[in-house]
């Protein structure tokens, strides 16, 4: 069994180059944010909202987020958490309508 190459490898004459890495991340949510719709943005939600409670309670009250104030943060992802719970019925009948004409029905 052969060991695999090191990840980032690179021309060590051209120098570092940037690894747009957060590109593919970006695109991997947007693909599952398409197939799983409110779902996955109420998961997503969930956990910064997790996240943001916790490093708020740990002392933090600025965050590199544009929003800045973690408490305008926290506001806004419940909102759209609470959005997310909304629009998942809307979603759900959207589905079933497309399922069911595929079939036929």
């Known amino acids: 069994m052969s060991a695999s190459p090191p990840l980032r490898q690179y021309d060590e004459k051209v120098g570092l ?3 747009p890495l957060r590109l ?3 695109t991997t ?3 599952l944010t398409c197939v799983f719709g409110p779902i ?4 997503f939600a969930i956990v910064a909202i997790r996240g943001y409670d916790r490093a708020r309670r ?4 600025r965050s590199r987020c544009k929003l800045g104030d973690t408490r305008v943060v926290l506001a806004y992802l419940i909102g759209v958490a609470v959005l997310a719970v ?3 019925p809307l979603w759900v009948w959207g589905w079933a309508t497309v399922i069911r004409s595929m079939l036929g029905g």
Do not use: E, M
Request: net charge negative.
């Open 17 to 19: 180059p940037f690894d």
């Open 24 to 26: 593919c991340v970006f």
């Open 29 to 31: 949510i947007a693909l």
């Open 40 to 43: 996955a943005l109420l998961v």
């Open 58 to 61: 740990a002392g933090l009250t």
């Open 86 to 88: 909304a629009a998942t």
